[in-house]
């Protein structure tokens, strides 16, 4: 079975790097900010907090974002059966150090597809995945009646863009569930 592995906030962890860039850059508590329901990026200053987050993208920076919690065990245990590939939203020029990271933790992907922020749906059927694990609901608004399962990473990252999806998303708390669900598909033939 193929399966899709979202990048930011899926398997790397872009919003522990962001809560430490913004501290250090700004002096802001980023969660503390979010959790009173204010984003940083008007506090900061949007010319600034876009800077920032083109960095975090386009440089050695995204080398310091680390795994989130489970991602290259679970990675690690599914590709001794499947295949894995990246499917990331990333731009043609953000892919250099999203590639060193992927060397960096030995992650075994057999490939990455990008979309410069296109829909996924359309590589995700190209290259028939399974499944594709990601982190942001609106990644499968294009996955009604697709043949990929849309299992969305809830509550991955620090924005509400998981807090609202279609029924046909599944969610999915945390990477050991990820792995139950993979499970479950292999015991139905998917």
């Known amino acids: 079975m193929r399966i899709g592995l979202d990048f930011d906030d899926t398997i790397a962890d872009f919003s522990a790097l962001l809560v430490v860039q913004v501290e250090q850059r700004f002096g802001l508590d ?41 991602a290259l065990e679970v990675s690690r245990r599914l590709a001794e059966r499947h295949e894995l590939v990246v499917l990331t939203s990333r731009y043609d020029r953000e892919m250099p150090y999203l590639h060193a990271w992927l060397e960096r933790y030995a992650l075994p992907v057999s490939s990455v597809l990008w979309t410069n922020r296109g829909s996924k749906a359309p590589p995700a059927t190209e290259h028939s995945l399974a499944v594709l694990f990601d982190d942001t609901a609106r990644n499968f608004d294009d996955f009604v009646e697709h043949p990929t399962l849309p299992a969305l990473f809830v509550g991955a990252g620090m924005s509400p863009r ?9 969610p999915v708390n945390h990477w050991q569930e990820f792995e139950v669900l993979v499970r479950q598909m292999e015991t139905e033939g998917r």
């Open 30 to 70: 980023l969660r503390a900010l979010h959790a009173e329901g204010k984003p940083g990026r008007p506090i900061a200053g949007a010319e600034v907090w876009d800077a920032m987050i083109l960095e975090m993208l386009e440089t050695d920076l995204t080398l310091a974002m680390p795994p989130k919690p489970e």
């Open 162 to 170: 998981a807090a609202e999806y279609g029924a046909h998303v599944r």
